[in-house]
């Protein structure tokens, strides 16, 4: 199973159009997370700290 997060983290901005942009892909057991983002730097931003930035709409169920 995947989910879609097309909202970027670091701007809060949702994203229509996704093709070319840049994306993380998060792997936890069997449930896989892609989360869009508006460039390569807040790709990267969202890397150097992914805990300091909240997801808007993907949210981990214990």
Known sequence: MYRIETTDPITGITLEHLINMPFVI??????????????????DLYLENPDGHQLEHYRRTQ
């Open 26 to 43: 998060q792997n936890d057991k069997d449930d896989s997370l892609v989360i869009y983002f508006e460039s390569e730097h807040n790709r």
